[in-house]
Structures are given as structure tokens and as C-alpha cells.
């Protein structure tokens, strides 16, 4: 095996490797504060230190691990003001991808949010809501031309992935304002209101933002 390939095939194992790691973070397995033991997920994966060392560098970048030099690895964890700042940034930033994506969506890509929207509201499961919410709005930027503005968003949206599920975990009494703002957001896209559809996202972001910081337990592990 030349050099080349024998650092390709080392990417890619790294990479495999921080995917795995970070689908655990993200579907709740692995929780803020939790020690990540690189000698186990070598054996459990079968792959060397090496490529574990780089995909947990890799996560690092991501702001899903955080790395202590001769101490090891855990998941990223936040506190109440980490969490609010970055609501604060995404109520922001977000609505500049929306405005950015809404001329290039085609009505198919917005039929597929109103059928999203429509499983949302029949939704009562918290880990089918998060996933079927992500793919509500990630549809809504997909016409975006912006890809360093998305790069930005879905680090946050990764990072405060554990505390919009413990939030959503209290319950979901408030449904019925998701699914009033999703339908909202639609309707506005759908008739290429950018100013409206940035509004009411910006607000739909707020109101988690407001919901969180009313709840500091969930930023207790």
C-alpha cells in the first residue's frame, strides 16, 4: 500500500469513526459530560488509537467533543448562558439562510415540508419529533447557496441538540404552537414572503430560546 492510500484509507476510518461517535451524541446515547473511553471504542469498532485519536479531533472541530490534553475525551456540555448565546446567534443567522434558500426552493421541496409537518403534528414520540423537525427546516435552507452560513447553523444545531430533547422531554403541551409557526412558515415560503417567513422564524427560535432558559435543570448532569 502506498503512502497515499494508506493515508486515505486512514481518513476515511476516522471519519467512519467520528460518524458513529457523533450519531450517539446526537440520538441522546451519549450525554453532555460523558466520558468517551478511547480504548473502548477501539475494540468495539476494531480499529487502532490512531484513527479514534483523529475522529475525536475531528468531533472536537464539530463542538461535539471536547479534548483535555493527558486526560481524555468527553462529550461537550453546555451551561444555561453557552445555550442562550447560541439561540441568540441562530435566531440571527438562520433567517439570512432562509431568505438565502426561499427563491431557489421549488414547490416540491415545499410540499415536502407541509408532509413533513403534517407527521410532526401526529407525532408523540420525542426522538421521532427531533428528527422529523430537523428535516422540516434543513428542507427549508435546501435551496441555499451558502454552504460556509449552513456550515455555521448545523454546528449549532448539533450542539444544543441535547437540550432541545431534554426540553422536549418535559412534554409536549405547546405542540400545538410548533405546529401553528411550522404551518406559518409554509404558507409564507410557499407564497415567497421572505419578509414574513423570516419573522416567524426568527420568533419560532426565540420561543425555544426563552423556554430553555426557564428550565436551568436541564443543564445539570
Known amino acids: 500500500m502506498t503512502e497515499t492510500s494508506s493515508s486515505t484509507t486512514s481518513r476515511v476510518a476516522s471519519q467512519r469513526i467520528a460518524d458513529v461517535i457523533a450519531d450517539r451524541i446526537l440520538g441522546g446515547q451519549l450525554t453532555p459530560g460523558a466520558r468517551i473511553i478511547q480504548d473502548e471504542i477501539a475494540e468495539e469498532l476494531k480499529a487502532s488509537r490512531l484513527p479514534v485519536r483523529e475522529a475525536l479531533r475531528i468531533l472536537e472541530s464539530r463542538g461535539l467533543v471536547t479534548l483535555r490534553a493527558n486526560a481524555g475525551a468527553w462529550v461537550a456540555r453546555m451551561d444555561p448562558h453557552d445555550c442562550e448565546l447560541s439561540y441568540t446567534i441562530r435566531e440571527r443567522i438562520e433567517p439570512l439562510l432562509l431568505a438565502e434558500s426561499i427563491p ?7 410540499d415536502s415540508m407541509a408532509a413533513i409537518q403534517q407527521e410532526i403534528s401526529r ?3 420525542v426522538e421521532q419529533f427531533l428528527v422529523l423537525d430537523r ?4 428542507m427549508s435552507y435546501s435551496g441555499h447557496k451558502a454552504p460556509h452560513l449552513a456550515t455555521m447553523i448545523e454546528r449549532l444545531w448539533d450542539t444544543t441538540q441535547p437540550y432541545r430533547r431534554a426540553f422536549a422531554k418535559l412534554g409536549r403541551g405547546e405542540a400545538w404552537i410548533i405546529d401553528a409557526e411550522h404551518d406559518l412558515l409554509v404558507e409564507s415560503i410557499r407564497s415567497r414572503d421572505i419578509e414574513t417567513a423570516s419573522s416567524v422564524l426568527k420568533t419560532h427560535i426565540q420561543r425555544t430560546k426563552v423556554k430553555l432558559t426557564q428550565h436551568p435543570e436541564l443543564f445539570k448532569n
Open 104 to 110: 431557489r426552493l421549488d414547490d416540491r421541496a415545499i
Open 123 to 125: 407525532c408523540t414520540d
Open 135 to 138: 428535516q422540516f427546516h434543513w
